[in-house]
C-alpha cells in the first residue's frame, strides 16, 4: 500500500487504519456485528434468508435478461420476506445488514467526495445528490 505521507507527518495508511479502528470501536457497528454472529449461528434463520435471498437474485437475473417477474414470483418473494421478518434472527440480519452497507457507502461517499474536489465535503454537499434515503425522490 502506499505510505503517502500527510501534512502532519503520519501516513495516509495510518489514518485509514484509525477510520477503521473508529468504525470497529463505533456502537452501531458492534450491535450490527454482534446480530450478524448470532444469525450466522442459527440455521434456521439462515435457511429462511437464503430462500428469500436467492428469490430476489432469481427476480433481478430475469429482469436484466429483460423479463419480467411474474405476479408469481412477486408474491413468493415477498412471503419469503415475510417469513424471514417474522424470525427475529433472520429480521435482525437483514436490518444489520442494511447497516454495514450504509457504513461502507457514508465512507465510500465521503472519499470519493473528497478525492474529487479536493477539499473535505459535510452532509449539505450531499444534499442534491441523495436518492433513495427518504428524500422523497421516488427511486426505491
Known sequence: MNTTTTAEGTTIEEKAQELCQWVVDSPKFVEARDKIVAFLQDQD???LYRAYHEKGMEISQRQHEGDGPTGADLTEF???EEKAREN???DA???SEAEMNDIFTTVTKYLQRTLQTGSVP???DFADSECCGN???GCG
Do not use: D, K
Open 93 to 95: 440480519f437483514m436490518n
Open 78 to 80: 415477498e412471503n419469503l
Open 135 to 137: 428524500s422523497g425522490c
Open 45 to 47: 434463520a439462515q435457511l
Open 88 to 90: 427475529p434472527v433472520a
Open 122 to 124: 459535510t452532509s449539505e
